[in-house]
């Protein structure tokens, strides 16, 4: 049977009068892709974030199995939830949040460099991802020479460079248009739960959820859905790989 990489319990979050999240109890396998979903202010992106220890809850906890013993991750101090989140989380945005002043390759690097790695050694490891990324001749271009497609490649590259065992991605195909949406997707897909990782995304576009196999839809901060749409690599068969043509 395979086990949860992160656990929640009755978590709460209130935002003054309002309920961000209204006792979500949860757990996410490790290796899963899943997806969740709901309306603007059902609590989705607050509940994302406090899997990722971006935000405490009021009451509850999360639980993090991580490769050297589980961590309650909303018991830690800022400075240890910033370095968990260096170390073994990744992320992906809506608009990439890269560095428009950095080329792609720097973009990729600067996750090892702040957890250490030499500069030279960081580039090295940031090339082998953007080429596994299908951008192999562009890591000297900045963010704004880059379509919208490449530069989400490169925000995945850095996703992925530390070695994270569990990607966060908050409306990774939502400024994209519907090819390049699908592109990217396999490519997160690939870069994930094909190897092994667990993927972990908010959308509010059933097409990119139905690539997960796990559906959870929130509503006013509580779960009232909960699905499995089954194995996500099913509906992807014949479609690109990593290493295949960029937009």
């Not at 839809?217 to 509580?222: P, T, V």
Request: negative net charge; proline residues 3%; glycine residues 10%.
């Amino acid at each position: 049977m395979t086990s949860n990489i992160l656990d929640t319990h009755l978590l709460y979050k209130n935002y003054g009068p309002s309920v961000a999240l209204d006792g979500v109890s949860l757990g996410i396998a490790a290796g899963d892709a899943v997806a969740i979903m709901g309306s603007s202010g059902s609590g989705k992106t607050t509940l994302l974030h406090c899997l990722a220890g971006i935000i405490q809850p009021d009451g509850g906890h999360v639980d993090f199995a991580s490769a050297h013993g589980p961590v309650r991750v909303s018991s830690l101090s800022e400075s240890r939830r910033s370095q968990l989140r260096r170390e073994s989380f990744g992320f992906v945005f809506q608009q990439g949040l890269l560095i428009p002043e950095l080329t792609a390759i720097e973009n990729v690097a600067i996750a090892l460099m702040l957890i250490g790695t030499p500069r030279p050694a960081a580039e090295q490891s940031a090339a082998v991802w953007l080429a596994a990324m299908g951008l192999q001749g562009l890591e000297s271009r900045r963010i704004g020479e880059l379509s919208g497609g490449q530069a989400q490649r490169v925000a995945i590259a850095r996703a992925q460079v530390t070695g994270a065992s569990v990607i966060f991605a908050d409306e990774p195909t939502g400024a994209l248009d519907s090819t390049t949406s699908t592109e990217v997707m396999n490519v997160l897909l690939d870069s994930t739960v094909r190897s092994g990782k667990t993927l972990v995304l908010v959308t509010h576009d059933q097409s990119v959820a139905d690539r997960c196999r796990r559906v959870i839809e929130l509503r006013d901060g509580r779960v009232v859905n909960d699905s499995d749409t089954g194995t996500a690599d099913d509906n992807q068969s014949g479609q690109a790989s990593l290493t295949g043509r960029t937009q």
